[in-house]
Nanobody, 117 residues
């Protein structure tokens, strides 16, 4: 099972961006999808997560970011609006998957988001 991310670019403060992360491979179900980010010199932190019944957001992004999923495409999205320079970092997706070989915790390769002031 692999995760492929896309959407990271350089954007001005106040702008918008949408990240996507798609899973491929022998997948039975995905019961958790999350977006994390790691800013330079800081630890990786949870940005947003979605399960079949709920979403969760870091306080710093509430009201600005929206996480959504397309189960048919095994894809999760992160719509980011009103971006701030402090949103800069490498964004990683994380899936908890029931796959053909068992339960897996899989990470994407990361995509860089840079927000200029």
């Amino acid at each position: 099972v692999q995760l492929v991310e896309s959407g990271g670019v350089l954007v001005q403060a106040g702008g918008s961006l949408r990240l996507s992360c798609a899973a491929s491979g022998s997948i039975f179900s995905i019961y958790y999808m999350g977006w994390y980010r790691q800013a330079p010199g800081k630890q990786r932190e949870l940005v947003a997560a979605i399960t079949s019944g709920s979403t969760d957001y870091a306080d710093s992004v509430k009201g600005r970011f929206t996480i959504s999923r397309d189960n048919a495409k095994n894809t999760v999205y992160l719509q980011m609006n009103s971006l701030k320079p402090e949103d800069t970092g490498v964004y990683y997706c994380n899936f908890n998957i029931r796959a053909g070989i068992g339960y897996l915790d899989v990470w994407g390769q990361g995509t860089l988001v840079t927000v200029s002031s």
